[in-house]
């Protein structure tokens, strides 16, 4: 564990890329409070900012720069005027699907614009005192699980043989909440494995330059704010759509898969904890609710607030999902003094409340 000078409020200036996105305008206020100069990094990426405007959500004292992570010359241009005490590093392809057809652009937004900012930051010698990473749950792929006499082991990515035969769970074993300390990752899709990358780039880039880094490991954020045009990301939102045109949900595989659905406003105060807390550790943490809820119970509740028919099981499934995910959340507690406060039914009213307030939601 390392530890700095970093007093309550830090001030100086942190710098944000993908700041405009989901987890960037719900961290912006608590960083203009933290920060004396808030400086966002955002292509306003047209698969989640639809009209390429500046986001209403982001905090008017946030200077925004709309430039792409990936070219040399952002950094180029950015840097000469911003000194970053600390890096928040959110921009990212973020489609866990879709990154199996279009490998090379998570690859290059993913990996090559972390190593872009870093090569930024190293050749204007503006080293920050720490970088923050949002990484991913994606990075363990299915994960630990144990057998009956409680041995763990890793099953590995579920094959479309199993899983056409309805086959959903590794039969005779039960999952293991992932824990960045005990977990080892493998990664089932491209994201995960750009995310996990994301993550040795930038570990061994800090420790070789002794810039202190919080990795946090998030598990599904959803929440007021999410987009709801993006159609590859938010079953949550897309959940909500389809209640609120009156349909029943359909559920993939049997309905009991395992998520730890996140409220945005917990993420965000972990991510800004990341950011000002006195002491981090180098290694990965987990961010979740510390429990979880089957994508059927989430859509049981959406159904009630929409007053929509009961949800229903396909049995169709989705190549790259992973069954389970959960995570232990002790680490970021006992690091950060962090902890989550909003349970799933609070979290599921907030952004229901949220979608019926914005204009021209289409029912999905
Ligand atoms: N939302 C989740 O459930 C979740 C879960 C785990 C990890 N994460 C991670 O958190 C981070 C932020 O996620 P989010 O939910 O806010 O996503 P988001 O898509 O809402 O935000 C990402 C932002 O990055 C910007 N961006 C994309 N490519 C860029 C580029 N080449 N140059 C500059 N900006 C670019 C986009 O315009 C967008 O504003 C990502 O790194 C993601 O991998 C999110």
């Not at 005490?85 to 990996?111: F, K, P, W, Y």
């Not at 890793?154 to 039969?171: H, I, N, V």
């Amino acid at each position: 564990m390392t530890s700095s000078s970093i007093s309550a409020r830090p001030g100086g200036t942190v710098l944000v890329t993908g700041g405009a996105g989901f987890i960037g305008c719900a961290i912006s206020d608590a960083l203009v409070d933290e920060f004396d100069r808030v400086v966002v990094v955002d292509n306003l990426h047209r698969q989640i900012h639809a009209t390429g405007e500046r986001p209403v959500r982001l905090n008017p004292a946030a200077e925004l720069v709309v430039a792409d992570v990936t070219e040399a010359k952002t950094w180029d241009t950015v840097l000469e005027d911003v000194t970053p005490d600390v890096v928040i590093h959110l921009a990212a392809e973020t489609g866990t699907g879709q990154s199996l057809e279009e490998s090379t652009r998570h690859t290059h937004v993913n990996v090559v614009g972390t190593s872009q900012l870093l090569d930024g930051l190293n050749r204007h010698g503006k080293l920050p005192r720490r970088i923050v990473l949002s990484s991913s749950r994606a990075v363990y792929g299915e994960g630990a699980w144990q057998d009956a006499d409680g041995r763990v082991f890793y099953p590995g990515q579920r094959t479309s043989e199993t899983l056409d035969k309805a086959q959903w769970d590794f039969p005779g074993a039960s999952p293991v909440a992932m824990k960045a300390s005990e977990t080892f990752p493998a990664p089932v899709s491209v994201y995960g494995a750009t995310k996990l990358a994301q993550e040795h780039v930038l570990q061994a880039w800090a420790k070789s330059y002794g810039v202190e880094t919080a990795i946090l490991r998030l598990q599904n954020v959803y929440g007021p704010g999410q987009s709801l045009i993006n159609p590859y990301t938010g079953i949550m939102s897309l959940f909500c759509r389809m209640a609120m045109g009156g349909k029943s949900i359909p559920l993939y595989e049997d309905g009991e898969v395992r998520r730890d659905f996140i409220l945005i406003d917990d993420v965000a105060s972990a991510i800004v904890a990341g950011a000002v807390s006195p002491t981090v550790q180098g290694e990965p943490m987990d961010i979740g609710s510390g429990e979880f809820q089957t994508i059927g119970t989430a859509a049981k509740l959406i159904a009630e607030h929409y007053k929509a028919p009961e949800s229903h099981v396909t049995g169709q499934y989705r190549q790259g999902d992973v069954r389970h995910a959960w995570a232990d959340i002790t680490a970021a507690e006992k690091v950060l003094g962090w902890t989550p406060k909003y349970n799933l039914a609070q979290g599921i009213e907030q952004l229901a409340t949220w979608i019926d307030a914005q204009p021209g939601v289409n029912p999905a």
